[in-house]
């Protein structure tokens, strides 16, 4: 019996009544999204196979998140021990495919209500911590995968030193800002939009207890969706106010802030590079290789703005040199 048979055998039991199955969506990981339609309504049920998925840090991140007031699935029923969970639906109609000249203001305007109010349930030893050796890890898939696999590279000894060392500036700077809840992937394909209590928000199984801009700077510096940087830094300037007046520790200098939010975003750029070169190369996914040329941007402007950084930005230059950035045909 393949997966979907089991879970089809497992849903004929929870739901006792007849139903139809349809692709929802799938990720980045072993996980699959399936529509369930009823008489009535839809709900959607998560195939997250073991033991390459663990179901429980979902179920947990969403009782947390659910306690705080937000807009996330319920699990109503649960198979843990095969993967099995399922879960109100809330729709389709992603940020991605709604947001607008029009609307955006708005849609981002109650996206960073929303993350306040999980930043402000925050407590230390709930979630795991985005602590240096996760930090690190992340940022090693870059050497390994983009820059090793994807462009084919041998780094020679200094350029080594330089990751090293801007790697260690990175991690410095992170693990000092304040600490809260991080969701790790908020942004406009895992928030939706909905009628009430908008935005729904999917995908924080992997949340952690970290740096208060990373999710910021998932929102803000998204890999599928980019903005004029003078309106972004307004919007970040309007979450900086918001949550400095709802009692969150975010610097009094918005300077300061916003220093801290675009060197997180440094680090989370040099890491999806990575995460990218990876889905391709090692697990065949090759529609993400589309939106590699704007995280680069992303990270290039970054480094041309703080000297710190600047040797890391010349070491990009000195790989663009050598490997042209491929044109892919979408």
């Given at each position: 019996m ?21 692709t ?6 072993f996980?699959?999204y399936?529509r369930?339609h ?5 709900l ?9 998925e ?6 947990k991140?969403?009782?947390l ?6 807009n996330v ?6 198979d ?5 969970l399922l ?15 029009k ?6 305007g ?22 240096e050796?996760l ?7 870059f050497?390994?995968w ?20 801007t ?11 304040p600490q809260?809840y991080?969701?790790r992937?908020?942004?406009?394909r ?6 009430e ?19 910021l ?20 300037v309007r979450?900086?106010?918001s949550?400095?007046?709802?009692g969150?520790?975010?610097s ?7 220093r801290d939010f675009?060197w997180?975003?440094?680090q989370r750029?040099?890491?999806v ?8 190369h090692r697990d ?19 480094c041309?703005?703080y ?14 040199g050598?490997?042209p ?6």
């Amino acid at each position: 019996m393949d997966r979907k048979q089991q879970l089809e055998a497992w849903l004929s039991q929870e739901l006792h009544q007849h139903y139809t199955l349809t692709t929802a969506s799938a990720d980045a990981s072993f996980r699959r999204y399936f529509r369930v339609h009823l008489a009535d309504k839809t709900l959607i049920a998560m195939d997250a196979p073991p033991p390459q998925e663990d179901c429980r840090p979902f179920v947990k991140v969403a009782q947390l998140l659910l306690a705080a007031g937000l807009n996330v699935p319920q699990v109503l029923a649960q198979d843990i021990e095969h993967g099995f969970l399922l879960l109100s639906d809330l729709g389709d109609d992603t940020y991605l495919s709604q947001l607008s000249e029009k609307n955006a203001s708005i849609l981002y305007g109650d996206a960073c209500h929303a993350l306040i109010k999980m930043q402000l349930a925050s407590q230390p030893a709930v979630l795991p911590p985005y602590d240096e050796a996760l930090l690190t890890r992340e940022l090693q898939l870059f050497p390994d995968w983009y820059i090793v696999k994807h462009l084919g590279v041998t780094l020679d000894s200094p350029q080594q030193a330089v990751i090293e060392s801007t790697f260690n500036l990175l991690n410095r700077n992170i693990l000092a800002q304040p600490q809260v809840y991080v969701h790790r992937d908020y942004h406009s394909r895992n928030l939706m939009v909905t009628a009430e209590n908008n935005p729904g928000i999917l995908d924080f199984q992997d949340a952690v207890y970290g740096a208060i801009t990373y999710d910021l700077v998932s929102l803000f510096k998204d890999a599928y969706i980019s903005w004029d940087e003078e309106r972004m830094m307004d919007w970040v300037v309007r979450y900086w106010q918001s949550a400095k007046k709802a009692g969150l520790p975010v610097s009094a200098d918005f300077g300061e802030f916003y220093r801290d939010f675009e060197w997180m975003g440094v680090q989370r750029h040099i890491k999806v590079l990575g995460i990218f070169a990876r889905l391709y190369h090692r697990d065949g996914k090759d529609g993400y290789l589309k939106d590699m040329p704007l995280v680069m941007t992303y990270l290039r402007k970054a480094c041309e703005r703080y000297s710190e950084l600047r040797p890391f930005l010349r070491l990009l230059d000195a790989l663009e040199g050598r490997h042209p950035r491929p044109k892919y045909v979408v």
